[in-house]
């Protein structure tokens, strides 16, 4: 099993985990397990989108900085 994998099984056992214990908690409202899994899975929904959008960012700014020291290695080497 690779490294990939690992992290993959781990997160997930975590997500699991995490989850389970929210739907035993109370949330001081009297919601039914039903209401507070739809709860959980909202915020595993937004927590997900946000790893794409983080990556995104560090991606744009890498290509801002990264641009700017190719164009001087070309400047220098003419």
Known sequence: MNKKNCF??????????VAGIFLFCDFG????PLTKFFIV????IIGLQ???????CFGMIKGLFGSADEAEVKQALR
């Open 8 to 17: 993959q099984l781990i997160a997930v056992a975590t997500a699991l985990f």
């Open 41 to 44: 899975f909202f915020g595993v």
């Open 50 to 56: 946000c790893i794409p959008a983080v990556l995104l």
């Open 29 to 32: 409202l009297n919601l039914t």
